[in-house]
């Protein structure tokens, strides 16, 4: 579970600064990479937040988890375009009776969605990894996103653990079992684990709705409050957005 752990987003600088901030500087910088005509600016941010990432002392093991589907996604997308889309043929060999042509302009197109792909993920995931599960809810809140949203997400959040746990204790009993000892065993245990995995998650929805309905919950949450702005961060932070936004302009 520690890709969902909690211990690296605290007392850094990164995650002192407020919630609200890193929000609006994240959709603003979104909005720069998916608007930017070619690869340069979204590869800059995928490097600048690799940076980030490094400063922030982010396990190896989280990073890779984090930037893995994404970075696959991004080379499948480049791939397709290379071989299947453009017009100016780059090359063309023969490989056991079929033929493959590799296309410069789809080369380019390529590289460009994957550029995208890549900043626009890396500017979420410094997001992610710097600011705490219920500040980013705090600015969610703030930033007028429905309170049910919000109530959705902070008790996925909250019974992710729960349910890893009982799905640790359904497959360690299966393993010792012998319950994956072939393919075919495999599956079965799995399709057992998933059904059982659901069923868990119905039981506990319904006792969690029904002890909140009891102690008279009317939707407001505390943790959804927020502190008033500080000048030093939106200084910053507008500063790094004009910086970025002159490399934007290039």
């Known amino acids: 579970m520690e890709l969902f752990s909690e211990y690296f987003k605290k007392d850094t600088l990164f995650s002192r600064i407020d919630a609200?901030?890193?929000?609006?500087?994240?959709?603003?910088?979104?909005?720069m990479v998916?608007?930017?005509?070619?690869?340069?600016?979204?590869?800059?941010?995928?490097?600048?937040?690799?940076?980030?990432?490094?400063?922030?002392?982010?396990?190896?093991?989280?990073f890779i988890l984090r930037f893995s589907e994404p970075l696959f996604i991004a080379a499948v997308v480049l791939l397709l375009k290379f071989l299947f889309s453009g017009e100016e043929v780059l090359f063309s060999i023969?490989?056991?009776?079929?033929?493959?042509?590799?296309?410069?302009?789809?080369?380019?197109?390529?590289?460009?969605?994957?550029s995208r792909?890549?900043?626009a993920v890396s500017v979420?995931?410094?997001?992610?990894?710097?600011?705490p599960f219920n500040e980013f809810m705090a600015g969610l809140s703030w930033l007028r996103v429905p309170k049910g949203f919000i109530?959705?997400?902070?008790?996925?959040?909250?019974?992710?653990?729960?349910?890893?746990?009982?799905?640790?204790?359904?497959?360690?009993?299966q393993k010792n079992r012998l319950g994956y000892s072939n393919v075919r065993r495999g599956l079965s245990s799995f399709g057992v684990l998933a059904g059982s995995l659901t069923l868990k998650a119905l039981e506990h929805s319904q006792n969690v709705t029904v002890a909140m309905v009891q102690r008279g919950y009317d939707g407001n949450m505390p943790i959804l409050k927020h502190k008033p702005f500080r000048a030093s961060e939106i200084l910053f932070s507008a500063l790094f957005l004009i910086v970025?936004?002159?490399?934007w302009s290039i």
């Open 20 to 31: 609200r901030v890193k929000l609006l500087a994240a959709m603003v910088l979104l909005a």
């Open 34 to 62: 998916l608007s930017y005509k070619g690869f340069a600016f979204p590869l800059l941010m995928a490097l600048l937040c690799l940076f980030f990432c490094i400063k922030m002392r982010i396990p190896l093991r989280v």
């Open 94 to 114: 023969n490989i056991m009776g079929a033929r493959i042509t590799g296309h410069k302009d789809g080369l380019m197109d390529g590289l460009q969605i994957a």
């Open 117 to 119: 792909i890549w900043g």
């Open 124 to 131: 979420v995931a410094v997001l992610g990894l710097s600011t």
């Open 151 to 173: 109530e959705i997400l902070m008790f996925a959040y909250r019974y992710i653990f729960v349910l890893f746990e009982d799905a640790m204790v359904i497959y360690n009993s």
């Open 244 to 247: 970025m936004g002159f490399a």
